[in-house]
């Protein structure tokens, strides 16, 4: 992965009213499978590098992967609650 981009950003057009949020943009070039892809993230976090950052989605991807793996190939998705009486 190269980093091709690390700043910020200013969300929301400039004519906007009210706060406009600020964001940490880092963009990076990936190859996966021979092909090349850009990756555009946005982040409230300021203070990580941009390595850092492209490593926490990583691990978040392959979170997101498990995921889709039990509800979808194993047929667990009806397993997923967000309630107390679901949880028990």
Excluded: C, N
């Excluded at 406009?20 to 590098?49: C, D, I, N, W, Y």
């Excluded at 978040?60 to 979808?72: A, Q, S, T």
Aim: hydrophobic share 45%.
């Amino acid at each position: 992965i190269d980093v091709e981009f690390d700043g910020t950003a200013v969300l929301g057009a400039a004519g906007r009213r009210g706060p406009r949020p600020l964001v940490r943009l880092v963009v990076a070039r990936m190859v996966r499978g021979g092909k090349t892809e850009q990756l555009v993230l946005a982040s409230g976090e300021m203070h990580a590098t941009a390595e850092q950052l492209l490593a926490a989605y990583r691990r978040r991807w392959e979170i997101e992967r498990f995921h889709k793996l039990l509800k979808r190939v194993l047929g667990l998705a009806h397993l997923y609650s967000f309630r107390r009486r679901g949880l028990e």
